[in-house]
């Protein structure tokens, strides 16, 4: 579990407790069930992270919304985004393995993650994760009840795929930028599961890899 879920979870129990003494048990029920949610809300399941040469794996829990074709810094990217509701886990982890390039975090507003423009216009963190052959961008896109965007990586810093790298507290949306060439491996409806979900393959990462492979046996005798 997340440490944040202890934070807000024990104000509530005491106050559940209070109100139950100061008035009667059943009075406590409320804050105890809210409690309980929040404890359930930041819950961190380990997860079976995909080998394959080449694999981008979802950042995020949650439904795959829109598979597009967008402009980053004037190069076309194939874009992913996935919508994370209440219920999904809201830990975050990076898609591919490779070192942190950039990272920028953007002030905006709190649209319905679901909006076409909240990807531009919401509060978000944007990060690029180099390695593997490839540059992935992923995206921590605040929504409309998400206030918080949680990182915990910082530029040079290296991570494996699907590492956790942060969280975004209470509904949200994660986007995925990557080369045009990726072969994408799910569709719009998909259900995906932060680190475990494979969302595209590299052909760049998995020619370097059969590169890598085929020098290696050219020097066993």
Known sequence: MVPDGYYYATP?????????????????????????FCLWFFRDPERVVPQDAGAIVSPGDGKVT???????????????????????????????????????????????????????????????????????VFKQIAGLIA?????????????????RVGLIKFGSRVDVLMDPSVEIAVKVGDHVKGGSSVLAYAHVAQELASSRAGSSNAGVR
């Open 66 to 136: 829109d598979i597009s074709s967008v402009l980053l810094s004037g190069s076309e990217r194939k874009r992913i985004s996935i919508f994370l509701n209440v219920f999904n886990v809201h830990v975050n982890r990076s898609p591919i393995g490779g070192v942190i390039r950039h990272v920028r975090y953007q002030k905006g507003k709190f649209l319905n993650a679901m909006a076409p423009h909240s990807a531009e216009e919401n509060e978000q963190n944007i990060v690029t994760v180099e390695g593997e052959g490839q540059t992935v």
């Open 12 to 36: 509530l129990v005491l106050a559940a407790v209070l109100i139950g003494w100061l008035a009667s048990p059943p009075w406590a029920a409320p804050g105890l069930l809210l409690a309980a």
């Open 147 to 163: 206030r918080r965007i949680v990182f915990t990586k910082k530029v040079e810093d290296p991570v494996a795929r699907g590492e």
